[in-house]
């Protein structure tokens, strides 16, 4: 494999499991706190993914993408 290929795999591997950590501190904040609280964190967790994905990773990305545009 290309080696930025393998690096790409890499940051995505990473933000899948930063990802699934969020998943996991929600149960844990949901069982600590109120259920108001709790809504509030799962809209925090939502819009953090949206605009990581919106934002950082097309970032990251962007020259890979035009690589295979042209």
Known sequence: ME???LNSLWVLVCVALVFAMQGGFLCL???????KDAIKNMTNNFLAVLLTWAYCLN???IDTALEHVQ
Request: aromatic share 8%; charged share 25%; hydrophobic share 30%.
């Open 29 to 35: 904040e949901s069982g600590l706190t109120r259920s």
């Open 3 to 5: 080696q930025s290929m």
């Open 59 to 61: 970032l990251e990305f």
